[in-house]
T-cell receptor, first 111, second 114 residues
Framework: GQSLEQPSEVTAVEGAIVQINCTYQ??????LSWYQQHDGGAPTFLSY????GLEETGRFSSFLSRSDSYGYLLLQELQMKDSASYFC????????????FGPGTRLSVLP | NAGVTQTPKFQVLKTGQSMTLQCAQD?????MSWYRQDPGMGLRLIHY???????DQGEVPNGYNVSRSTTEDFPLRLLSAAPSQTSVYFC?????????????FGQGTRLTVV
């Protein structure tokens, strides 16, 4: 089978740093993506790791270790607007964005 | 910029009824897909298409049909609605291959089957 694991909830205060981990077990692997989803909204793309290492995009960074089947999303300088659900997703096809999604991590940012 | 447009936004069906969820994109993306999202389970792939005239099944295809007659449109048909199909449905589109790694999602259709 195919499975991804993430913590169900994370809470942090404004200005803090939070790390959301993701471990995966899939039949194919063509990269790990992260998506943000606010309540009632659509998932929106945050980052993608196709190779091992760290990718940085503004306040967000994402890391991948393919040998450990592990990745994480790092959010720095947390803001109230970062309160949302965060999903890791493994791309399992080399043609198109065919994903297996994790169950999501709900991040609550407190003042 | 329209992006990915889904209609309707909300729908209530009776068990056994059929309906079509519409999805259209204006980005000339080859790849389109349908996901359903249930509480605590993330998104699960229903069907996908790598281009006009080509469709394939995802993880949870039973009870759903799709077709892709144009690049822009990818409708999802529920053949005979069941309460287990109560969910939020998202359509997504992207470029195929490795040209781009970002998928764009529509705003979702919230479906309740009673």
């Amino acid at each position: 089978g195919q499975s991804l694991e993430q913590p169900s909830e994370v809470t942090a205060v404004e200005g803090a740093i939070v790390q959301i981990n993701c471990t995966y077990q899939t039949s194919g692997f063509y990269g790990l993506s992260w998506y943000q989803q606010h309540d009632g909204g659509a998932p929106t793309f945050l980052s993608y790791n196709g190779l091992d290492g760290l990718e940085e995009t503004g306040r967000f960074s994402s890391f991948l270790s393919r040998s450990d089947s592990y990745g994480y999303l790092l959010l720095q300088e947390l803001q109230m607007k970062d309160s949302a659900s965060y999903f890791c997703a493994v791309r399992v096809s080399n043609y198109g964005q065919n994903f297996v999604f994790g169950p999501g991590t709900r991040l609550s940012v407190l003042p | 910029n329209a992006g990915v447009t889904q209609t309707p936004k909300f729908q209530v069906l009776k068990t056994g009824q059929s309906m079509t969820l519409q999805c259209a994109q204006d980005m000339n993306h080859e790849y389109m897909s349908w996901y359903r999202q249930d509480p605590g389970m993330g998104l699960r792939l229903i069907h996908y298409s790598v281009g006009a005239g080509i469709t394939d099944q995802g993880e949870v295809p039973n009870g759903y049909n799709v077709s892709r007659s144009t690049t822009e449109d990818f409708p999802l048909r529920l053949l005979s609605a069941a309460p287990s199909q109560t969910s939020v449905y998202f359509c997504a589109s992207s470029y195929a291959g490795n040209r781009n790694t970002e998928a764009f999602f529509g705003q979702g259709t919230r479906l309740t089957v009673v």
